[in-house]
Each structure stands twice: as structure tokens, then as C-alpha cells.
């Protein structure tokens, strides 16, 4: 199971024109920014990632509001591993289990996925927070990811399993983002 404090949610390119054309792109917005803002309740840091912001644009403004005061790390590459500014923002985090939402599944997710269950990393996808252009794009890649060994689980699931208790300061706040 994910733990606070051993946890790090990992954002990936939400970005302009490409979020625009996500299949089921409105529940997909609405599961990031559900997700966002319940790690940001359990104080779960955040890495945010963005492909080519000056060709690609800039993150979404639905998720792009809730991160004020931080600062997205540019990449070119499709794994975000392949940036030395996140892999050593992710060392700097201490974590060694990492959340992934964003897009697209297939590839960007999919590579970092590969990469970081080879730096030997525990990875969860957010099957629900994240996507791609086709529906047989994302089905497909979910399930690369789970035969590769990472989780594959649901926004609301994996706040719930951070928080383990009723009791946690966050729960209301939790609860009231997933209703």
C-alpha cells in the first residue's frame, strides 16, 4: 500500500490543445483536479510536468489554478525520467512511491511507468486521471502498465488508501472533493 510520506504525485503534460481532444476529457479533468487537490490536502508533494510548453501551451487552467507557487519542470522527452531536473526533484522528495495522472497513457505515462519501475520505484496509475486520444490507446496501455508490475487504481481509491482512516485531519476535505 501507498504511504504519506513516502508518496509523490507526478502531474504529466495537461497541457493546451492536446487535453482539449482527451477521450472522456471532462471526467478526466474532473478526477485530476480531484486528485490534485486531495494530495495537496494530504500534503503529498507534487511534481508537475509539461511537454514543449512553448509549442504544446501552457497546463490546463482547471489544474493550472491549484498549483500557484510552483513551477512546472519542461521536458522534451515522452518519459519524464528522461529530464535530469525531475529525476532529481523526485530524489530531493525522498519518495520511492509514485502516483502518476496526466496524459497521454500510451505514451508519456506508459514510458515514465516503464522507466521508473526500473529505477525501482513503486508506481500507481490513476486509471481514471489519466487518458489518451483513442479509448483503445488507454485500455491498452492500463494494461502494459499492470503486466509490467505498477498499480493501476482510481483517484478516489488512492486518497482513501493514503488517508487509511476517518480519523485523518483530510478526511472531510477528501470527502467533500469526491462527492
Known amino acids: ?5 513516502n508518496t509523490v504525485f507526478v502531474l504529466v503534460d495537461v497541457q493546451g490543445k492536446l487535453a482539449a481532444v482527451m477521450h472522456a476529457r471532462e471526467a478526466l479533468y474532473r478526477n485530476l483536479e480531484i486528485l490534485l487537490r486531495g494530495m495537496q490536502a494530504l500534503r503529498v508533494p507534487v511534481i508537475w510536468m509539461e511537454q514543449i510548453p512553448a509549442k504544446m501551451g501552457p497546463t490546463i487552467p482547471e489544474l493550472a489554478t491549484h498549483l500557484e507557487g510552483q513551477t512546472p519542470i519542461a521536458k522534451a522527452c515522452f518519459s519524464c525520467c528522461g529530464s535530469d531536473t525531475f529525476l532529481q526533484t523526485l530524489k ?21 511507468a ?4 526500473e529505477l525501482g520505484y513503486a508506481v500507481e496509475v490513476v486509471a481514471d486521471a489519466v487518458s489518451s486520444r483513442y ?3 488507454h485500455r491498452i496501455a492500463l494494461q ?9 487504481t482510481t483517484a478516489e481509491s488512492m486518497l482513501f488508501e493514503l488517508m487509511r482512516t476517518s480519523e485523518h485531519p483530510a478526511f472531510r476535505d477528501i470527502l467533500t472533493l469526491v462527492r
Open 1 to 5: 500500500m501507498f504511504e504519506l510520506g
Open 92 to 112: 530531493q522528495s525522498g519518495a520511492r512511491q509514485v502516483v502518476l495522472g496526466g496524459i497521454e497513457t500510451h505514451v508519456c505515462i506508459y514510458q515514465t
Open 114 to 117: 516503464c522507466d521508473l519501475l
Open 135 to 137: 479509448e483503445t490507446n
Open 144 to 152: 502494459k502498465i499492470a503486466a509490467l508490475g505498477a498499480g493501476v
